[in-house]
């Protein structure tokens, strides 16, 4: 059964530092991986989304790397910003192609 | 941006109270779907729906769940007898070609509570 962990559960930084987040997943058998953030009471946003076949995906100042063999993957914010704040969710699709199995987040905090 | 609606943002129910819980996905897309997230715990996936069908569903969409499009914009979800413990975030989210190459957008949820 396939479980994903996320490390740290809980991250506070100052702000303009770059950070990195993790992922872990048991199976390596996935279709995909996405990395979401999700603000208090609100839905999920869809940040990169990483094929099993690619190594790693960018947007703006956000990076995304996948090791599919290691059932590892990182999410790098660079110079953070006090909007960033937020819970970042890693999720991978695999077993039924349609359905996600999220990690329980990490819960980010950046402090000007 | 296009987005996915939910309604509404808050339901309070009676235990035994059948809820209908409504999302409007996005307008070309073909794939929806339903998630959960108890407070505290991991988002969980309920169902998926295509072509007016479920795909896919987990343990816990039980025969007290039923998905349905009934007409060409919205999808609901219902709950038939709710028990304590449906008490959670549903979200609702779609996607266009389905979950191998492409992102899911998700709603805001709907907040339901069960006393």
């Known amino acids: 059964k396939q479980e994903v962990t996320q490390i740290p ?11 990195v987040l993790n992922c872990s997943f048991t199976d390596s058998a996935i279709y995909n991986l996405q990395w979401f953030r999700q603000d208090p009471g609100k839905g999920l946003t869809s940040l990169l989304l990483i094929q099993s076949s690619q190594r790693e995906q960018t947007s703006g100042r956000l990076n995304a790397s996948l090791d599919k063999s290691s059932g590892r993957s990182t999410l790098y914010i660079a110079a953070s910003q006090p909007g960033d704040s937020a819970t970042y969710l890693c999720a991978v699709c695999s077993g039924g192609y349609n359905k996600l199995i999220f990690g329980a987040g990490t819960r980010l905090a950046v402090h000007p | 941006e296009p987005e996915v609606t939910q309604t509404p943002s808050h339901q309070v129910t009676q ?7 409504r999302c409007v996905p996005i307008s070309n897309h073909l794939y929806f779907y339903w998630y959960r997230q108890i407070l505290g715990q991991k988002v969980e996936f309920l169902v998926s729906f295509y072509n007016n069908e479920i795909s896919e569903k987990s343990e816990i969409f039980d025969d007290q769940f039923s998905v349905e499009r009934p007409d060409g914009s919205n999808f609901t979800l219902k709950i038939r007898s709710t028990k304590l413990e449906d008490s959670a975030m549903y979200f609702c989210a779609s996607s266009e070609m389905g979950m191998r190459n492409e992102k899911l957008f998700f709603g805001s949820g709907t907040q339901l509570s069960v006393l």
Do not use: F
């Open chain 2, 15 to 21: 235990m035994g109270q059948e809820v209908i819980l």
């Open chain 1, 9 to 19: 559960a809980a991250l506070s930084v100052p702000e303009g530092e770059n950070l």
